[in-house]
């Protein structure tokens, strides 16, 4: 009997775009691969939607608020329709981004130092010695991200706006120089990892993410097979601390500079990775030998409830 697969999409997140982009793939995918696909925009009524379709998986490709912090796995749980990725309490942990610091940090995994503070405060004065980051403590996407360099004398004043969307708490962190690095885990074990590089040569900004031509992605990383195998390791081990399932990707920063510190943290880990034409997933996913049709496939069939 073939699968009735309802993909989530949309949602009601700043990340909205990215995740309709995101279904799209993922539903044709599936198609693809032989299920009955229903796309579901996934508003304020999505539990009655769902009550009404009855899959019998939910594909959960949403991002950012409501579709990666718990709170639609949480219906999913009380509709008992198996759903991809990560169960509620992952979700939330890894989407607030100090507590998330804290479970990884007890787990022996690197994370910058850092604080959290009320994004009126961080606006007041600086949090922090130069240079640091500052971003809100529940976002994704890169979104109300600031970096504030040497010699900036003030504080990121858009703080201030009334019409700042991306909550009020923001978490402030010393900024990590060096080399973008992320890693993937899927069914529990770590994949390749990729060192990311803005076109640029800026950050690894919201363009540098989802424009086409907007980052370079070097996979294999042209690292030491020391640190590759120790961002693999720490990858599993943030997953694993957390209580990820599916599939994970942890992002890092690596400090090789001459005389830099040899620094390598976890910045966070993302439980709703991007499943675009630019996402890093499905790339390295590839590489491992993994089609994007096995890559969805594969996910479909390790849903489930309670996770």
Same mark, same amino acid.
């Given at each position: 009997?073939?699968?009735?697969?309802a993909?989530?999409?949309?949602?009601?997140s700043?990340e909205r775009?990215?995740s309709?982009?995101?279904g799209e793939a993922?539903?044709?995918a599936?198609e693809?691969?032989g299920?009955?696909?229903s796309r579901?925009?996934?508003?304020?009524?999505v539990?009655?939607?769902?009550?009404?379709?009855?899959?019998?998986?939910?594909?959960?490709?949403?991002?950012?608020? *409501?579709?990666e912090?718990?709170?639609?796995?949480?219906?999913?749980?009380?509709?008992?329709?198996?759903?991809?990725?990560?169960?509620?309490?992952?979700?939330?942990?890894?989407m607030?981004?100090d507590?998330?610091k804290?479970?990884?940090?007890?787990a022996?995994v690197?994370?910058?130092?850092?604080?959290?503070?009320?994004?009126?405060?961080?606006?007041?004065?600086h949090?922090?010695?130069?240079?640091?980051v500052?971003?809100?403590?529940?976002?994704g996407?890169? *979104?109300?991200?600031f970096?504030v360099?040497?010699?900036?004398?003030?504080p990121?004043q858009?703080?201030?706006?009334?019409d700042w969307t991306?909550?009020?708490?923001?978490?402030?962190?010393q900024f990590?120089?060096?080399r973008?690095?992320?890693?993937?885990?899927?069914n529990?074990?770590?994949?390749?990892?990729?060192?990311?590089?803005?076109?640029?040569?800026g950050?690894?900004?919201y363009?540098?993410?989802?424009?086409k031509?907007?980052?370079?992605h070097?996979?294999?990383?042209?690292l030491k097979?020391?640190?590759?195998?120790e961002?693999?390791h720490?990858?599993?081990?943030?997953h694993?601390a957390?209580?990820?399932r599916?599939?994970?990707?942890?992002?890092f920063?690596y400090d090789?500079?001459?005389g830099?510190?040899?620094e390598?943290?976890?910045?966070?880990?993302n439980?709703?990775?991007?499943m675009t034409?630019t996402?890093?997933?499905?790339?390295?996913?590839?590489?491992?030998? *993994?089609? *994007?049709?096995?890559?969805v496939?594969?996910?479909?069939?390790?849903a489930?409830c309670d996770?």
């Amino acid at each position: 009997m073939t699968k009735h697969v309802a993909v989530l999409m949309g949602g009601l997140s700043a990340e909205r775009e990215i995740s309709l982009r995101s279904g799209e793939a993922c539903a044709k995918a599936l198609e693809e691969q032989g299920f009955q696909v229903s796309r579901v925009d996934a508003g304020h009524d999505v539990a009655t939607v769902l009550a009404a379709l009855k899959p019998d998986v939910a594909f959960n490709a949403l991002h950012g608020r *409501f579709g990666e912090d718990g709170c639609i796995q949480g219906a999913l749980e009380l509709l008992r329709i198996p759903y991809t990725h990560s169960g509620v309490l992952a979700s939330s942990v890894a989407m607030k981004k100090d507590i998330a610091k804290t479970v990884m940090a007890a787990a022996g995994v690197p994370t910058p130092k850092g604080r959290v503070l009320h994004r009126l405060d961080a606006a007041k004065a600086h949090a922090l010695p130069l240079p640091y980051v500052l971003k809100p403590v529940s976002e994704g996407s890169s *979104f109300g991200v600031f970096i504030v360099s040497e010699g900036q004398e003030h504080p990121p004043q858009e703080l201030w706006r009334e019409d700042w969307t991306h909550g009020d708490m923001m978490l402030a962190e010393q900024f990590i120089a060096g080399r973008e690095l992320t890693c993937a885990v899927m069914n529990d074990k770590a994949l390749d990892v990729i060192e990311i590089l803005a076109a640029d040569g800026g950050w690894y900004d919201y363009h540098a993410k989802y424009a086409k031509g907007g980052s370079k992605h070097v996979l294999p990383a042209n690292l030491k097979l020391n640190i590759y195998q120790e961002v693999q390791h720490l990858a599993l081990e943030a997953h694993r601390a957390l209580g990820c399932r599916g599939v994970s990707r942890a992002d890092f920063r690596y400090d090789d500079r001459p005389g830099g510190t040899g620094e390598l943290v976890v910045l966070e880990v993302n439980t709703q990775p991007g499943m675009t034409e630019t996402s890093l997933v499905p790339e390295m996913a590839a590489y491992a030998g *993994f089609s *994007f049709g096995e890559l969805v496939r594969w996910m479909v069939e390790d849903a489930s409830c309670d996770r």
